[in-house]
């Protein structure tokens, strides 16, 4: 096995930092060259430890195992997955890699309590605890102090606000760069921006703030951008704009439920907008969570893009329960992801997806290069990381993606939020990017 140059520059930043963060773009490889530099650390350098994966559930599931078969890694894996009893069992497995899936992040901090073996966790997809709140990244910092090696890897690092990043640095490094609580790098780097009374609802960064946040950085974390490392067939993102067949009844319904609400407060703007998002795209639950059909205009205009598609497989990617079953009703041969081998050899015509469980590490290049968003997420990360199941390393036809978006609702508004948070996102990598040998020739 041969590593990119890029790759082994990546490899080699693991070796050279005990904690760090790889803010690789999709496709670049970050799993085999996490892969590579722990196999050189056990196997060339002689380092112990007991190595811990943590990654969303279908990565723990397939990719690290898939990866360490298909380049013959000399390396032992125990996934830590299924029930209590299956999970405990393969913690006590001999095996150089343990591999979990982070919702079981909480209970394996549990079960250890004062016993915490692993000395090297690698955590992939870093920005899945972006949240200092959540009981994931509050059991990992429990147990940051006894760990010699730490990896972050994600594409993603702040998908939303630089205020995302907090958490996921404090785990590299323990406070030592950006504060060590959260509430000291807000007061240091951002002011209040929209609030009422005691209760603020985002922040904006003073001034400068953001240069000194990326210096901060540059000592632990690397960036690579897929465009300046891979020649990619390219992508074609197109918008599908639809006309809904009876807008005044979207317009009163949508007027009916923003009436309902006497204040749009953070609270329940997420519940608000999600109905309406529903209605964009044909149903909408009730109260007693019943379904309420409203249209089929994006079922329809998912059926002309299947027929001028001429039986090449196209992926799916959903939103909602009521939008996976209609489409399953119109589309009898469409299926959810059960076999990555089967879609990559040709053999689901259209496979439907949500961008949470299947956005992140699943190598599906190879069965097909179009996409469609029945409907969009308002997640940048979840976003890019579902495109990137296509348009990756290994793809040798031009990806295209059709956004399905129901004129004069808020698919417009999701869209055009998406086109702007990248702008910040770009901003962050662009700071921290890594300079090749290739580069500084």
Known sequence: MKLHEYQEYAKDWILEHPYCGLLLDMGLGKTLTTLAAIDELKNVFCEEHKILI?????????????????????????????????????????????IINRENVVWLVDYFKTRWPFTFVVVDELSSFKSSKSKRFRALRKVRPKLER????????????????????????RGERLETSQTR?????????????????SWAL???AEEEIYGKLEDICISMKAKDYLNLPGRIDNVVEIELSDYRKYKKLERDLVLEEEEVTASNAAVLVNKLLQLSNGAIYNDDKSVVHLHDDKLDALERIVEDSQGQPILVFYQYQHDLERIKARFKEAEELDSLERWNNGEI??????????????NLQRGGHIIVWFGLTWSLEYYQQANARLDRQGQTETVVVHHLVSKGTLDERVLEVLKNKEVSQDSLLEAVRAQTKEEEK
């Not at 032992?76 to 006590?92: D, F, H, M, P």
């Not at 951002?190 to 609802?201: A, E, Q, R």
């Not at 015509?349 to 699943?362: N, Y």
């Open 185 to 201: 790098y807000k007061s240091r780097y951002f002011t209040p921006d929209k609030y009422n009374g005691p209760i603020v609802y």
């Open 54 to 98: 943590i990654a969303p559930k279908k990565v723990a599931e397939e990719t690290w195992s898939t990866e360490i078969e298909k380049w013959e890694f000399d390396l032992t894996y125990s996934k830590v997955l299924g029930t209590t009893k299956q999970r405990i069992a393969a913690l006590e497995s001999k095996a150089d890699l343990y």
């Open 206 to 208: 003073r001034q400068g």
């Open 150 to 173: 730490f990896v972050g890897l994600t594409g993603t690092p702040a998908p939303n606000s630089l205020i995302d990043l907090w958490p996921q640095i404090y785990l590299m490094d």
């Open 349 to 362: 015509p259209i496979l439907l997806a949500h961008p949470q469980s299947a956005g992140h590490g699943l």
